[in-house]
């Protein structure tokens, strides 16, 4: 008993020591930023995210097939001048918006990531893509590890589409999809979704992050190897965050996210990333029975419902990456059941709003402490852009003093701590874009002005300072 204990003991010693510098087997990968440690850690070191490390393996199962393997080749490097430009070789996908996000259409041997909230449309909104490109002749392969061929036919016959040249597959297995892949020699590929398909190469689980980065190389060097598109969904997690995920945005060459709430009717596709094109560059749709609809007209799709001569609402020229738009900006304020008043904001961040609302109550002499402010951007839509500031300055102003602005008045500019107005980036395609939807005065920063005196049918008025343009709006 006693011996064999010992000998056990000692066996395992003499294991432990035979190779000390072998690689452990398992790591445990981050599976929020693909961190990875050798051993288990509550909270992940890089970004801070609690209990996200989960134990993967990491080496290949079969021998010579994993990243170590590699042979020696010819390499030669390219002259800079003897490349060719590649702008104009951007396909149309026929989904006019689409194409608009990704910087006017697909690069060829790019590789797109598509995110979003379960149920907000990518499914449906990359089934219409594949429709217009299959009709124009290019076959394309629709792959997918969540639905079968006869819910994506569901789906496409409530879309109405004919797809002529649309090749459907279910499946997860990475290698058999190549295999397919080869056979069939598709012009464009449709991962849906990435987190669903694993290579058998890889021990660990589908939707780990090992698996999802592996799969999305894999997809990446397919893109280029053969110079066709590939579009992958993505999951995005609880966080907002997609699944295996900031390792796949430096993978891919395109991100696009899915904004906005389901409760609205439209869909907001935002580049976050594109290597081919602007960043921030957004798409905008609208969820009909008949799927997603390009909007032609974002604006006034987000003035439709704005209420006219109420306190408290005023209309802001905001730049959505290269597009104006348009946006109602609405303020509440009112007396607080509290000590102090609660700052509440949706579509506008809110220790910007605070800082706001310090600086009215210095420079302007607004007593807002006793009062709750609620400021909330119309239609769901998000507004980061300093230049937004005036409107919230503006809204809140009217509804502290219970007084409508008129609603043919339109308002941009950043404010500053000392309540100067400051200039903002495109003034003339902001106010532009206020003169075709028939607003009839803009207050902008004065140092904006220049140009725009010839804006037919406005009246553009230049502040210095937010009491300026309070004086000019009351
Ligand atoms: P889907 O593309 O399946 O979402 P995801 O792939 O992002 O999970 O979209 C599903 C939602 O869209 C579902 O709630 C129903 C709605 N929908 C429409 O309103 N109209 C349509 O024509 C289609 C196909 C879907
Ligand atoms: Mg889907």
Redesign the pocket.
Known sequence: MWQAHLARAHGRDARATQNPLKKPETTFVCQSCGHQSRKWLGKCPDCGEWNSLVEERTRATKKGLGRSSFTLKDVEAVAYQEIESQDDVRVPSGVTEFDRVLGGGIVPGTLVLIG????????????QVADKLSASGALVLYISG??SERQIKL?GE??GIQAQNLYLLPETNLENIFHEVERLKPAAIIV??IQTVFSALIESAPGSVSQVREVAHQFLLLAKNRSIPVFL?G?ITKDGSIAGPKALEHIVDTVLY?EGE?HHNHRIVRATKNRFGAANEVGIFE??????IAVANPSKLFLEERPRNVAGSVVTACMEGTRPLLVEVQALVSGTKYGTGRRMTQGVDQNRVSLLIAMLEKRAGFQLIGDDVFVNIAGGLEVDEPAADLGVVAAIASSFKNTPIDPQTAVFGEVGLTGEVRGAMQPAVRAREAQALGFKKIVVPSSNTTGLERLLGVRVVGVRSVEEALAELF
Request: proline share 3%; charged share 30%.
């Open positions: 979003g909230d379960p149920g907000i449309g990518k499914s449906t909104l990359l089934l969540e639905e789906r409530r879309l849906d979704s969904i999951h899915f389901r969820m009909t029975s008949a799927g997603l």
